[in-house]
């Protein structure tokens, strides 16, 4: 692996070695405005939810690199204590790339990019209306993490209302990641779309104490089908099957009998186990399927 020391690596370089690892990061659609009225929007990939009692999100307004130069959003937070985090979906990606062109502080985003802007309830900075979710916020605190070029403000908002787009929410009341369409920022110019086949349903429970890998027999932490996901799904089952089980699908499965029959019938087991675990994440059959190898 190469060595990055932060203390003596260029900033400019260090700064994509982290957006390239640190990703896909969400993107604060950062609506504020100024003393004067001027109202300004601006994307932020340095941007998170940190706590839902009470509701905080931070994003960090960093100095610009080559100038050392501070920007609109952190001046405007600043005067007002007042900011509307919107999310970027699909939708709308292209124009918050115009956004974040650093135009004079007089002239409009909004105009720029073509987005509508929308009154807030709570604060004066307006809403993008093409953004399906809207937070309004109150900043309680900035943090300024540095004066050289790259370091970062962190803002922390606090969230008094969130309006939501109806089209979004699925039949239990949640938000739907395919219909949401979100965008996230990677390194450099690249962004990632997280709908479609992007998005992978991964169901453990945090409060069930798994086997885990240590528990799981070594032909099965050895295997050279299984990879180390299809391992980790069986170490997150809370047990082992019974010797029962296992016999019963030796015994009534024709497809393990024919496995079992054939030269190599460890490996085979393991590439139906790693079949049912990559197309049904079947951890309940997969088990017995190793288990059964494992006694070969």
Do not use: W
């Amino acid at each position: 692996m190469i060595v990055i020391d932060p203390k003596t690596t260029p900033t400019k370089d260090l700064h994509q070695f982290l957006l390239g690892s640190v990703a896909p990061r969400p993107i604060a659609f950062a609506s504020t405005v100024d003393k004067e009225g001027n109202q300004n929007i601006a994307p932020y990939s340095f941007f998170n939810a940190f706590s839902s009692n009470p509701p905080i999100l931070v994003f960090s307004s960093n100095r610009r690199v080559a100038d050392n130069t501070t920007k609109d959003t952190l001046h405007n937070i600043e005067e007002t204590g007042e900011v509307v985090i919107n999310v970027v979906n699909h939708a709308i990606v292209r124009q918050m790339a115009i956004s974040s062109i650093s135009f004079p502080t007089d002239v409009s985003e909004f105009e720029k990019s073509g987005l509508t802007p929308v009154a807030s309830d709570l604060v004066k900075p307006y809403r993008i209306k093409e953004s399906p979710v809207h937070m309004e916020c109150k900043v309680s605190q900035i943090i300024t993490l540095g004066n050289e070029g790259g370091a970062g403000h962190l803002i922390i908002c606090n969230v008094v209302r969130m309006h939501i787009s109806e089209d979004v929410i699925d039949d239990n009341n949640r938000i739907d990641p395919h219909k949401i369409d979100l965008m996230g920022r990677m390194g450099r110019a690249y962004y990632v779309r997280a709908s479609g086949q992007a998005i992978h349903t991964i169901v453990q429970s945090v409060m069930d104490i798994s086997i885990g890998f240590d528990q799981l027999p070594s032909s099965v932490r050895e295997s050279e089908t299984l990879t180390g996901n299809n391992i980790g799904q069986l170490a997150g089952l809370k047990g082992l099957p019974a010797a029962a089980d296992i016999n019963a699908l030796k015994e009534n499965d024709e497809h393990v009998q024919q496995l079992l029959a054939s030269p190599d019938a460890k490996t085979g087991l393991h590439k139906l186990a790693k079949k049912v675990l990559d197309e049904k994440d079947d951890r309940d059959y997969a088990i017995k399927l190793v288990m059964l190898a494992d006694m070969i």
